[in-house]
Nanobody, 122 residues
């Protein structure tokens, strides 16, 4: 079984910064992509950023230039550095691990973290 544990929740003022971390644990052979999604009240979950095992990144237009995703493959951990935060960034942030292989021949599965609250308010 694979588990994702997020950390870094918090309340910050507009313009502030926050760093989220997500560590995957369990029987893991490889993880294709890791990423962050968010869901604001009354809205659908949306993609924030992803990073492949090779380091290729993707960002939603709304966070480009402000957020940076990074990854430590040896520790199966993904980070999201959030700068210049805006009130509209307020949401529950979810970590995702895509196409996780527990053995070389296993079928890849996706896993989600439990979510961590980020609130941007003065």
């Amino acid at each position: 079984q694979v588990q994702l544990v997020e950390s870094g929740r918090g309340l910050v003022q507009p313009g502030g910064s926050l760093r989220l971390s997500c560590a995957a644990s369990g029987t893991i052979f490889s993880i294709d992509a890791m990423g962050w999604y968010r869901q604001a009240p009354g809205k659908e979950r949306e993609l924030v950023a992803t990073i492949t095992s090779g380091g290729t990144t993707y960002y939603a237009d709304s966070v480009k230039g402000r957020f940076t995703i990074s990854r430590d493959n040896a520790r199966n951990t993904v980070y999201l550095q959030m700068n210049s935060l805006k009130p509209e960034d307020t949401a529950v942030y979810y970590c995702n691990a895509a196409r996780v292989l527990t053995t070389p021949r296993a079928r890849g599965n996706d896993y989600w973290g439990q979510g961590t609250q980020v609130t941007v308010s003065s």
